[in-house]
């Protein structure tokens, strides 16, 4: 379409914004000097228009039994019946885009938006088999690790249901507790992957940053976006990790190109005589229960009947981790997810200019009905930025290399570290009139173990730890970069050494 011209108020307007004084006079001559390089926004935009996908025509449906809240929207999706997933049917965080098929991210902002392509996690579990049956809720933006802050509602734990999921991966977490899908893909900024996991007892991995391409998934912040599996076993994790890994070309998060690794195989080898380092940091938190902490400790020494061996490490580091998160996860996400619209601009990679310009337009229509931790976000990340430029954010990633040196140096000496994974069970849903701090502590107060693998990209594998007071809790298993492997191996020597995980003894009856 034609771009309106803008007239000498509105270059002003742009004059102050920037601080380039112009006068009168001088924004007079930058009027028809604008107006040419207009020509190639709209050029670029027929040229686009000329190769752009239409959606593909897929079936989809509003749930009419959803007791959880966990379906976004069922949908029966397969292309062949052969493959490593055949006969899996799994659900895909509704963060990640399914052609032709709705997606909301949990928000409002989002509500309407139809992808054209098909992320390339997607396109992969469908090659292998897989059959997607349908998009789960999710927290708004993904930005919660409770379960109350999606859109429309809550999404309940199948344990009980007066409690929260976990987030931001709420509904695929739900599903698979539950039983009503094998296998589901979730997102991972802060810990969105596997704190719903230990909250409902399932599987949940994080990949190695950059293992898993991000490619049709909403971010949130380029140098923490990770996508992984969530499933009932360890052995099904690993599966899903040999189809999902690999290089796609379209990702700057990513290396030019990756060795293809047989996870599934890797979980044959005997993880006797691997060592494992309990660190220090992650136990006695100001919100830790003691109970929680005995349950990791306990699954430490299931490890060492297996055949492994443990010893306390000290990573002093870690406390200091959630400062160094905190910058970029509110500055950085203020300046991507906000204010550059999901996308922001100046990497390479493949963008989604349909759902920038949607979420543009529902962002600014309905901000009042964003969650409260995304306007913290963005009143947090944005006064930052103004103060300060962006510095407290650069200073923030070159402190990320000092605290991935801190683990590396506990990891030369040790296969895995191990810690909690989160320092609580599941809390109680909040009331709709909860106050601004319980909200907030709700949604955030149990990411101290979770956010900092995110900032130094180490894999980081949630398993069921003993339950407590009749709820899940996880250990949380963290290894070398691209060595997934070897967490694998580690949590499904500890699942066999269990005989399995436990399965909500009063699971909502499976949704049609």
Same mark, same amino acid.
């Given at each position: 379409?034609?771009?309106?011209?803008?007239?000498?108020?509105?270059?002003?307007?742009?004059?102050?914004?920037?601080?380039?004084?112009?006068?009168?006079?001088?924004?007079?001559?930058?009027?028809?000097? *604008?107006?040419?390089?207009?020509?190639? @926004?709209?050029?670029?935009?027929?040229?686009?228009?000329?190769?752009?996908?239409?959606?593909? *025509?897929?079936?989809?449906?509003?749930?009419?039994?959803?007791?959880?809240?966990?379906?976004?929207?069922?949908?029966?999706?397969?292309?062949?019946?052969?493959?490593?997933?055949?006969?899996?049917?799994?659900?895909?965080?509704?963060?990640?885009? +399914?052609?032709?098929?709705?997606?909301?991210?949990?928000?409002?902002?989002?509500?309407?938006?139809?992808?054209?392509?098909?992320?390339?996690?997607?396109?992969?579990? &469908?090659?292998?088999? /897989?059959?997607?049956?349908?998009?789960?809720?999710?927290?708004?933006?993904?930005?919660?690790?409770?379960?109350?802050?999606?859109?429309?509602?809550?999404?309940?734990?199948?344990?009980?249901?007066?409690?929260?999921?976990?987030?931001?991966?709420?509904?695929?977490? %739900?599903?698979?507790?539950?039983?009503?899908?094998?296998?589901?893909?979730?997102?991972?900024?802060?810990?969105?992957?596997?704190?719903? /996991?230990?909250?409902?007892?399932?599987?949940?991995?994080?990949?190695?940053?950059?293992?898993?391409?991000?490619?049709?998934?909403?971010?949130?912040?380029?140098?923490?976006?990770?996508?992984?599996?969530?499933?009932?076993?360890?052995?099904?994790?690993?599966?899903?990790? @040999?189809?999902?890994?690999?290089?796609?070309?379209?990702?700057?998060? =990513?290396?030019?190109?990756? !060795?293809?690794?047989?996870?599934?195989? /890797?979980?044959?080898?005997?993880?006797?005589?691997?060592?494992?380092?309990? *660190?220090?940091?992650?136990?006695?938190?100001?919100?830790?229960?003691?109970?929680?902490?005995?349950?990791?400790?306990?699954?430490?020494?299931?490890?060492?009947?297996?055949? $492994?061996?443990?010893?306390?490490?000290?990573?002093?580091?870690?406390?200091?981790?959630?400062?160094?998160?905190?910058?970029?996860?509110?500055?950085?996400?203020?300046? =991507?997810?906000?204010?550059?619209?999901?996308?922001?601009?100046?990497?390479?990679?493949?963008?989604?200019?349909?759902?920038?310009?949607?979420?543009? =337009?529902?962002?600014?229509?309905?901000?009042?009905? &964003?969650?409260?931790?995304?306007?913290?976000?963005?009143? @947090?990340?944005?006064?930052?930025?103004? $103060?300060?430029?962006?510095?407290?954010?650069?200073?923030?990633?070159?402190?990320?290399?000092?605290?991935?040196? %801190?683990? !590396?140096?506990? #990891?030369?000496?040790?296969?895995?570290?191990?810690?909690?994974?989160?320092?609580?069970? %599941?809390?109680? &849903?909040?009331?709709? !009139?909860?106050?601004? /701090? !319980?909200?907030?502590?709700?949604?955030?107060?149990?990411?101290?173990?979770?956010?900092?693998?995110?900032?130094?990209?180490?894999?980081?594998?949630?398993?069921?730890?003993?339950?407590?007071?009749?709820?899940?809790?996880?250990?949380? #298993?963290?290894?070398?970069?691209?060595?997934?492997?070897? +967490?694998?191996?580690?949590?499904?020597?500890?699942? =066999?050494?269990?005989?399995?995980?436990?399965?909500?003894?009063?699971?909502?009856?499976?949704?049609?």
């Amino acid at each position: 379409m034609a771009i309106p011209v803008p007239d000498a108020a509105r270059l002003a307007a742009l004059s102050r914004h920037y601080g380039f004084d112009l006068t009168p006079a001088e924004i007079g001559e930058f009027v028809p000097a *604008v107006e040419g390089t207009l020509a190639a @926004s709209e050029e670029v935009e027929r040229l686009y228009r000329r190769s752009a996908p239409e959606p593909p *025509v897929r079936e989809s449906s509003l749930p009419a039994d959803n007791p959880l809240n966990a379906w976004s929207v069922r949908t029966t999706i397969s292309e062949t019946a052969e493959g490593p997933l055949a006969g899996k049917t799994v659900v895909v965080k509704d963060n990640i885009a +399914v052609a032709g098929v709705p997606m909301v991210n949990g928000s409002a902002s989002m509500d309407g938006f139809v992808p054209r392509r098909d992320a390339t996690v997607v396109r992969r579990l &469908l090659a292998a088999g /897989a059959t997607i049956t349908g998009k789960s809720t999710c927290e708004d933006l993904c930005f919660s690790g409770g379960s109350f802050t999606s859109w429309p509602g809550p999404v309940r734990n199948p344990w009980d249901l007066a409690r929260n999921a976990g987030g931001s991966s709420s509904g695929s977490a %739900a599903l698979v507790a539950n039983g009503d899908v094998d296998l589901a893909v979730g997102g991972d900024q802060g810990g969105s992957v596997r704190i719903p /996991a230990s909250f409902t007892g399932v599987v949940g991995h994080k990949p190695t940053y950059g293992l898993v391409p991000y490619t049709g998934a909403f971010p949130i912040e380029q140098t923490i976006d990770h996508l992984g599996p969530m499933t009932r076993t360890v052995a099904d994790a690993a599966l899903m990790l @040999s189809v999902l890994a690999g290089a796609d070309g379209y990702d700057s998060r =990513q290396p030019t190109a990756l !060795d293809p690794v047989d996870y599934v195989a /890797a979980l044959g080898e005997s993880a006797s005589g691997l060592r494992v380092g309990v *660190v220090r940091e992650g136990f006695g938190t100001p919100v830790s229960e003691a109970g929680v902490d005995d349950s990791v400790r306990e699954a430490v020494e299931v490890l060492r009947s297996a055949g $492994l061996s443990a010893d306390e490490v000290s990573i002093p580091w870690h406390l200091d981790a959630m400062a160094v998160w905190n910058v970029i996860a509110t500055e950085g996400a203020a300046y =991507q997810m906000l204010d550059g619209n999901g996308y922001g601009m100046g990497t390479w990679g493949q963008y989604d200019p349909e759902l920038v310009a949607h979420y543009f =337009q529902g962002r600014v229509a309905r901000g009042r009905e &964003l969650s409260k931790t995304v306007q913290l976000v963005g009143l @947090s990340g944005r006064h930052t930025y103004e $103060l300060g430029g962006g510095k407290y954010y650069a200073m923030a990633r070159n402190l990320s290399f000092e605290l991935r040196a %801190a683990y !590396d140096t506990a #990891l030369a000496d040790h296969d895995v570290l191990v810690m909690p994974t989160l320092p609580y069970t %599941a809390r109680e &849903l909040p009331p709709p !009139d909860v106050s601004l /701090a !319980d909200y907030l502590d709700t949604a955030l107060s149990m990411i101290g173990n979770t956010a900092p693998f995110d900032v130094t990209g180490h894999p980081a594998c949630s398993v069921p730890a003993a339950l407590v007071n009749g709820l899940p809790t996880g250990m949380m #298993l963290i290894g070398k970069r691209f060595d997934d492997a070897t +967490v694998l191996r580690v949590a499904h020597a500890y699942e =066999q050494a269990v005989g399995g995980f436990p399965a909500p003894t009063r699971a909502v009856a499976a949704t049609s």
